[in-house]
């Protein structure tokens, strides 16, 4: 069947956002040794375990990243305290991101299909939508799905990719999802019936229709 829809997964797929994540945990390190007094390695090195531990397990809250942290270092996190944090850490991380150099050049090629995002929350309603709104790519995008906000589940929960494809008016056999994680992303838009390919991913995997090197590959694969 032919693909007539494109939807892509955002941060390490269309957003290098690794300046943004080692920069957001640096920046609340050297926060909370400034309110505090703690050593902002021994809040790194603490932050980098639970971020593991969170990930796994489909936590993106934030608030409750800071307060295993702070459960762990002894201290007691106040409201408004972890409301600071979020917006330190989030700011932060927006404003070391930037798309790959293949992102956009990918996208004005494929921009005669349509496009969209499928995206985890990070945890707290808009967050995510504003962070996408100052990558400056979204005008690329006819249809952006925040899981976890825009739906009660997260990836790879198939409900978000089967809301995409019925929003944009496509079976989802005619989308083709294109991610940087197995579990969540390759395996979420399978169960949900869509073609899938593998991209700035370590992980080896037989699962996805394809694995590709750069964006760019997509226009080959498509024609």
């Known amino acids: 069947?032919?693909?007539?829809?494109?939807?892509?997964?955002?941060?390490?797929?269309?957003?290098?956002?690794?300046?943004?994540?080692?920069?957001?945990?640096?920046?609340?390190?050297a926060a909370i040794q400034s309110i505090h007094g703690i050593p902002s390695g021994e809040a790194i090195a603490l932050l980098e375990i639970i971020e593991r531990e969170m990930e796994r397990r489909a936590i993106f809250d934030r608030r409750k990243w800071f307060l295993s942290l702070y459960n762990r270092l002894g201290l007691s996190l106040e409201r408004g305290e972890a409301l600071n944090l979020l917006r330190i850490y989030w700011g932060t991380w927006t404003k070391l991101?930037?798309?790959?150099?293949?992102?956009?050049?990918?996208l004005q090629m494929l921009k005669?299909?349509?496009?969209?995002?499928?995206a985890n929350t990070d945890g707290v309603n808009g967050f995510k939508r504003a962070r996408?709104?100052?990558s400056g790519i979204l005008h690329y995008f006819d249809l952006i799905v925040v899981a976890g906000d825009d739906t009660p589940e997260v990836k790879p929960h198939p409900a978000p990719f089967l809301?995409?494809?019925s929003l944009l008016h496509v079976d989802p056999e005619e989308c083709l999802f294109v991610g940087d994680r197995v579990g969540s992303d390759i395996r979420g838009a399978m169960t949900a019936g869509m073609e899938t390919a593998l991209i700035r991913s370590r992980e080896e995997s037989p699962l996805p229709n394809i694995k590709l090197s750069s964006l760019m590959d997509i226009v080959a694969y498509l024609h």
């Open 1 to 29: 069947m032919r693909i007539k829809a494109v939807l892509f997964d955002f941060d390490d797929t269309l957003m290098d956002v690794d300046n943004g994540r080692r920069g957001a945990i640096e920046a609340v390190a």
């Open 97 to 106: 991101s930037k798309a790959y150099p293949d992102t956009e050049p990918a």
């Open 112 to 118: 005669p299909l349509r496009l969209g995002i499928i």
């Open 132 to 134: 996408m709104e100052a």
């Open 163 to 165: 809301l995409a494809a």
